[in-house]
């Protein structure tokens, strides 16, 4: 459970937090709640204060990427809509109209401060494609080389629903691994993760060392509604996923930002637990949409669970599902348990003519392409 009351534990820097003061690079992310007004639209006092502290920030030295949700919200009076639409269309079209009013202020609250800010838009093929994630990487981190505050959003004006990230959470858990950042910030309305209902004496969590200190704790909705996609929910999902792969995260409000740039004691830290992993796998691991199944037999089942090779046909036994060569499946032992994700290299109707026999045989039978892997060792990630 979430409050957004001020926690009452004192400010001061911890040894870890001290990570955000001495930051090179910090990306953060700020939800649409952050920014909305009461009536509806941008609000100029919140995008200010946030402008305020993440200019001065940058001023001293840190680099700093913002990706920021917003777009739909601050394009929906213009379009005389009273609320979030449902429908994929008429989002993006509040996202096309909203995203240049938004950059609009951005680019005015950091001007002000000698900041120049760049947009950048996403979808998940920029960071799931090998030469696409590469060149967005050199695009960012040039920008940051000449003192830019890139301003990164999905594009919601073509992304579709099979290709959407879901939330800017999660996009800026693998914007923060793509850019190689020292720590992800995510701000909302809430200042903490706390260990139950604030209404019932819930404490705050301070820190988060690894995923068995949340067992227990009922991670729910927090924020305005109407205005955004996400909530304490995905905000822990997105640090988990940052902290698993070795970047620091922080969760807290946007009215603690300056405090949480400062290294101070604010909101829910959450520890390095592992290492750096290449961003695709990164995101066939925990965004990727499953369009299907392998079933293996034991043997395939440790060879890639334990020897961490690629699968080959004769190792699967049954194939479900509807997908094409390239698809994200689930690779499950014959008990139903999901032992990794993969992208496959051929179609579900092409593979149960191959299943039990070896590339050899298969390429002699049906012609070159056929004696490659199911899934190559390097499109694959263990669960």
């Not at 001061?12 to 001495?22: H, Q």
């Not at 700020?30 to 509806?40: A, C, E, H």
């Not at 995510?186 to 903490?192: F, K, T, Y």
């Not at 909530?231 to 603690?256: F, P, Y």
Request: glycine share 10%; aromatic share 2%.
């Amino acid at each position: 459970m979430t409050s957004s009351s001020v926690s009452a534990v004192p400010r001061k820097r911890t040894a870890d937090r001290s990570v955000l003061s001495d930051a090179r690079r910090i990306v953060v992310k700020v939800g649409s709640s952050s920014l909305t007004s009461i009536k509806g639209g941008i609000s100029e006092e919140s995008l200010t204060a946030l402008a305020d502290a993440l200019a001065a920030k940058r001023n001293s030295g840190t680099e700093i990427i913002l990706v920021s949700s917003g777009a739909i919200a601050a394009g929906l009076a213009p379009l005389g809509l009273a609320k979030r639409p449902r429908d994929l269309a008429t989002q993006q079209a509040a996202a096309s109209v909203g995203q240049g009013l938004l950059m609009a202020r951005y680019t005015q609250a950091f001007g002000a401060h000698g900041v120049t800010v760049s947009q950048v838009l996403l979808t998940a093929d920029d960071l799931m494609r090998r030469s696409q994630h590469t060149n967005a990487f050199r695009a960012l981190d040039r920008l940051l080389n000449l003192g830019v505050v890139p301003v990164v959003n999905e594009n919601d004006t073509v992304a579709t629903h099979e290709i959407r990230f879901g939330d800017n959470d999660r996009l800026a858990a693998l914007v923060a691994h793509l850019v190689r950042a020292d720590a992800l910030v995510l701000l909302s309305d809430v200042d903490s993760l706390y260990d139950g209902p604030p209404s019932h004496g819930a404490k705050r969590i301070p820190l988060v060392e690894g995923p068995h200190d949340l067992d227990g704790v009922t991670i729910g909705k927090a924020g305005k509604a109407g205005v955004g996609t996400g909530g304490m929910t995905t905000k822990v999902e997105a640090a988990t996923i940052a902290a698993g792969s070795g970047i620091h995260a922080l969760v807290t409000s946007t009215a603690n930002a300056a405090a949480a740039l400062a290294g101070e004691d604010v909101g829910t830290w959450f520890k390095v637990n592992g290492a750096r992993k290449p961003v695709r796998l990164l995101w066939l691991e925990h965004l990727a949409s499953v369009h299907g199944r392998l079933i293996l037999d034991d043997g395939a089942v440790k060879a890639v669970r334990h020897r961490r090779t690629s699968l080959l046909p004769a190792g699967i036994s049954a194939v479900d599902g509807d997908f094409e060569a390239g698809d994200a499946v689930e690779i499950v032992s014959a008990d139903g348990t999901v032992i990794a994700r993969g992208l496959v290299n051929y179609s579900a109707a092409e593979l149960p003519q191959m299943l039990g026999r070896s590339t050899k045989e298969l390429g002699k039978a049906l012609g070159r392409g056929y004696d490659r892997e199911v899934v190559h060792v390097d499109d694959l990630v263990l669960v």
